[in-house]
C-alpha cells in the first residue's frame, strides 16, 4: 500500500509568490521557498565543477541579488526533474523530484525525516 511512485510524481507545479508549489501525485502539497531552494541549485555554475578538483569544493556562489531568490516559472523535466527559471534568468538548476519530496518543508514532513 506504501506506493513511492505517486509520492514523486508531480500533479502540478506552480509559482506562487516567490515560493515554488508543487502537488504530488498522492495529493501532498509541497511550498519550497524561493531563497532556500535557489541555494540548493546544484547546476555546474553554482556549484563549481567538482570533477575538476577531485575534491569538494565549496559552492562559489557571488552574492546574489534579490531577484536571484525569486522563481520566474517551474517546468518538468521528464518524470524525474522539475527546472526552476529564475527572476534574474538563472534556469540551469534541475531539481531532483524525489529529493525535492524528501526536503517538503512542512510540518508532517519535516517531523517525519528527523
Ligand atoms: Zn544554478
Ligand atoms: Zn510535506
Known amino acids: 500500500m506504501t506506493s513511492s511512485s505517486t ?3 508531480v500533479q502540478q ?10 502537488v504530488w ?3 501532498h502539497e509541497s511550498y519550497y521557498p524561493g531563497c532556500p531552494l535557489r ?6 555554475s553554482c556549484k563549481g565543477e ?3 578538483f577531485g575534491r569538494a569544493t565549496l559552492p562559489t556562489l557571488a552574492p546574489l541579488r534579490p531577484e536571484a531568490f525569486v522563481p520566474a516559472a517551474v517546468s518538468l523535466v521528464g518524470n524525474y526533474g522539475l527546472k526552476v527559471t529564475w ?7 534541475i531539481y531532483d523530484l524525489r529529493e525535492l519530496r524528501a526536503s517538503c ?3 508532517a514532513c519535516a517531523a ?3
Open 7 to 9: 509520492q514523486t510524481k
Open 13 to 22: 507545479a506552480l509559482v506562487v509568490g516567490d515560493e515554488v508549489v508543487v
Open 25 to 27: 501525485g498522492d495529493g
Open 39 to 44: 541555494k540548493a541549485c546544484s547546476c555546474a
Open 50 to 52: 567538482r570533477h575538476l
Open 87 to 93: 527572476v534574474d534568468g538563472h534556469d540551469h538548476g
Open 105 to 107: 518543508p512542512c510540518d
Open 112 to 114: 517525519r525525516s528527523d
